[in-house]
């Protein structure tokens, strides 16, 4: 056994060297092989293969058992978009802190609601993020179906779903809508609800603060009458940092009266008929709110007959009917006229008094020379001194007195010229010719003289008569009139001879 296994070891080793000698004799030979023959080896067949697969694809022939290049570029090409889009698609349905997004409601509940945000995950918004109003259930404001902005607060509650904000968005639109008007200067009507030092605070979805001296004129001193009252404010001051504002009253105002004052001049012409509202009354006239300007309606063209105050035609808070007269562009100012809206009375005179007709009526005025007599239609008539008696008397009050119940007779009429002349004598002087002048009598219509005792303005109804020494007619007069007013004033002189001859 020993000898089997030394004889097997024995063998083995020649036969191990035997190929050592061989490889190491075949080596010389294949060498010389390869140099005096330069034939190309078989294992070099497959180089060319390794060699282009790396390189880019110049060839769309299709390589044997494959695809070609082109095809295999074009996969490549649509794997990596189909990567990229996913991506996409993946970082759409993140959420971040503070991004503004669309939210439809899909749950209200009592203390929260569930808004569907576009993601996996539903969204919450809690009660005290719903509105900065005072409820106690979210079913008060909102309901299924809504749609809204809010804005994210936390990407992730211990639910697993976002913490949303309506209130939040909600502010912030409203704080980019005041910095909006801030920046073109628009108005706002703003309710006043608080009165502070030196000013009061207004809504306008902040709370805003009015100066005192913006208030109105800026120099009122009583601004709690203004809580509850709704102002038309203009923003002056914005701060951004703090969300602090400041308005202005008198600016929005004095805007507002630029706009209206500038569309008034020229859209509105003279003659024209507006409606206004009367907002102050003065001892010569009244004015007028044309819609955010004023217009002075005077006094004089309150009525056909002479009043002594606006009081005795209109009161503040009126709404009136007025005819413009005049426009003065450079200097502001509108006049206004009333009675030119107002019917007539004159126009029916003719047809009621006739001149010789006796009329029963009683005496409103006494003037230095003579007294007015208002007749129911609405006009004013005159009585001279020299028709109040066939005796000679120096002042009116002698004849008659205001309140008298009288029963004169109508001795010139022309309504043309707003004129009735009235005569208590037993023989009057028909068409006497006595230059008066009637209270319709304004401005150049019959040369009457103005009267500027009231504050500033004309008294154009405050028209007396000239003179009353009795003179021979003039003007228009006919022969006849003329003949009679000498045969007067004859007789009244003959009268006073007679009178100093008897010692009288």
């Not at 390869?34 to 282009?52: I, K, L, N, R």
């Not at 996409?88 to 503004?100: C, P, Q, T």
């Not at 008060?140 to 809204?148: C, I, Q, Y």
Request: hydrophobic share 35%; proline share 6%.
């Amino acid at each position: 056994m020993t000898d089997d296994l030394t004889t097997t070891a024995t063998t083995d080793e020649p036969t191990a060297n035997a190929v050592t000698e061989n490889e190491a004799v075949a080596t010389p030979e294949a060498t010389a092989t390869e140099v005096t023959q330069p034939e190309p080896a078989p294992v070099a067949e497959p180089a060319p293969t390794a060699a282009v697969a790396p390189v880019a694809p110049t060839t769309t022939e299709p390589t044997a058992g494959g695809p070609s290049d082109a095809e295999l570029f074009e996969a490549a090409l649509a794997e990596f978009s189909g990567e990229e889009a996913a991506a996409e698609a993946a970082g759409a349905g993140r959420l971040n802190k503070g991004d503004r997004v669309e939210a439809k409601v899909i749950l209200v509940e009592k203390e929260r609601v569930f808004v569907d945000l576009g993601t996996k995950a539903e969204g919450i918004i809690p009660l005290n993020e719903l509105t900065d109003s005072n409820i106690s259930d979210a079913n008060e404001l909102v309901k299924t179906g809504d749609v809204f902005e809010v804005i994210v607060l936390r990407t992730n509650s211990t639910e697993g779903s976002p913490i949303v904000s309506k209130k939040r968005a909600d502010f912030d639109a409203m704080w980019q809508g005041i910095l909006d008007a801030f920046e073109e200067g628009r108005t706002y009507e703003a309710t006043v609800v608080d009165r502070v030092k030196g000013g009061v605070v207004v809504d306008i979805g902040v709370r805003g603060f009015v100066p005192a001296t913006h208030v109105g004129n800026g120099r009122l001193r009583n601004l709690e009458k203004f809580v509850g009252q709704t102002l038309v404010v203009k923003i002056i001051e914005v701060d951004k940092e703090r969300k602090k504002v400041v308005l202005s009253n008198k600016v929005a105002e004095d805007q507002s009266k630029a706009e209206v004052r500038d569309k008034m001049f020229t859209d509105v012409k003279a003659g024209d008929v507006l409606e206004g509202t009367v907002r102050r009354l003065t001892d010569y006239g009244a004015f007028v709110d044309l819609g955010g300007i004023d217009g002075l309606l005077h006094i004089s063209e309150m009525s056909w007959v002479r009043i002594d105050h606006p009081r005795e035609v209109l009161k503040v808070g009126d709404t009136i009917n007025v005819k413009v007269l005049k426009l003065d562009p450079s200097g502001g100012r509108i006049s206004l006229g009333l009675r030119q809206v107002l019917p007539d009375p004159w126009n029916s005179v003719r047809d009621i008094y006739k001149v010789g007709q006796k009329i029963k009526c009683s005496v409103t005025r006494l003037v230095q020379s003579g007294a007015f007599i208002r007749l129911p239609e609405g006009i004013e008539a005159f009585l001279p001194m020299s028709e109040m008696s066939d005796q000679r008397i120096k002042k009116a009050e002698e004849a008659i007195n205001v309140g008298d119940e009288i029963e004169p007779m109508v001795i010139d009429l022309r309504p043309e010229d707003r004129r009735m002349v009235l005569s208590l004598r037993e023989k009057p002087s028909f068409g006497s010719g006595v230059d008066y002048r009637m209270p319709g009598d304004r401005g150049g219509q019959s040369g009457g003289r103005r009267d500027n005792r009231r504050g500033g303005g004309h008294r154009g109804g405050d028209f007396e008569p000239a003179p009353t020494t009795p003179r021979a007619p003039t003007g228009g007069a006919t022969i006849g009139e003329r003949l009679g007013m000498l045969k007067g004033m004859l007789r009244n002189a003959e009268g006073d001879d007679a009178k100093e001859g008897k010692g009288e």
